[in-house]
């Protein structure tokens, strides 16, 4: 069974860069057929996705935020991991690492999710 | 750049009861990628329909999924007390809004 785990630090300050990691357990992230998502839910609100990352390392980013993520993979330690730059109060939400199934990127497995509070 | 609508924004009916949840696209999109989750409150989404139709393992046969085009359907076709629950569609990397489904 997979199981994907975000870990990070849940208070961040404005400005300041947000860094999660997403440990992947029961599989490879290496294993053709996935893209590596990351989806953020502010409190209250709806699903945003921020972009996503294949095993090949080509990315996707949300036109929205794209000047300001940077999803990468570590193929040794089977974790892939987001940096958001220059962060304000309106990034503030549930950080939820996925794995989506290619090319409908429909998601098949979540982590249980990482709430991050942007605030000085 | 496609919008993904939902409709209604709360359904508020009896366990028992069918539920049908629409979405709509601001544009045409394949079907292929069209899919439906279900979520809790502080729990994570739950992947119930890919493919506008096929539902996803362990995904209970009184949930449906059909449409093409710009309109889309998630029907419950009765009400169990665990389907109460906020529910989404997704084209690709796109959410709609969201239909709360809610006890009346």
């Known amino acids: 069974q997979l199981q994907l785990q975000e870990s990070g630090s849940g208070l961040v300050k404005p400005s300041q860069t947000l860094s999660l990691t997403c440990a992947v357990s029961?599989?490879?992230?290496?294993?053709?057929?996935?893209?590596w998502s990351w989806i953020r839910q502010p409190p209250g609100k709806g699903l945003e996705w921020i972009g996503y990352?294949?095993?090949?390392?080509?990315?996707y980013y949300n036109p929205s935020l794209k000047s300001r993520v940077t999803i990468s993979v570590d193929r040794s330690k089977n974790q892939f991991s987001l940096k958001l730059s220059s962060v304000t109060a309106a990034d503030t939400a549930v950080y939820y690492c996925?794995?989506?199934?290619?090319?409908?990127?429909?998601?098949?497995?979540w982590g249980q999710g990482t709430l991050v509070t942007v605030s000085s | 750049e496609i919008v993904l609508t939902q409709s209604p924004g709360t359904l508020s009916l009896s366990p028992g009861e069918r539920a049908t949840l629409s979405c709509r696209a601001s544009q045409s999109v394949s079907s292929s990628y069209l899919a439906w989750y279900q979520q809790k409150p502080g729990q994570a989404p739950r992947l119930l329909i890919y493919?506008?139709?096929s539902r996803a393992t362990g995904i209970p046969d009184r949930f449906s999924g059909s449409g093409s085009g710009t309109d889309f359907t998630l029907t419950i076709s009765r009400l169990e007390p665990e389907d109460f629950a906020v529910y989404y569609c997704?084209?690709?990397?796109?959410f709609g809004g969201g239909t709360k489904v809610e006890i009346k």
């Open positions: 493919g506008a139709s």
């Open positions: 996925a794995r989506g199934v290619v090319p409908a990127a429909a998601i098949d497995y």
């Open positions: 990352i294949y095993h090949s390392g080509s990315t």
């Open positions: 029961g599989g490879s992230i290496s294993s053709g057929g996935y893209s």
């Open positions: 997704q084209q690709y990397v796109l």
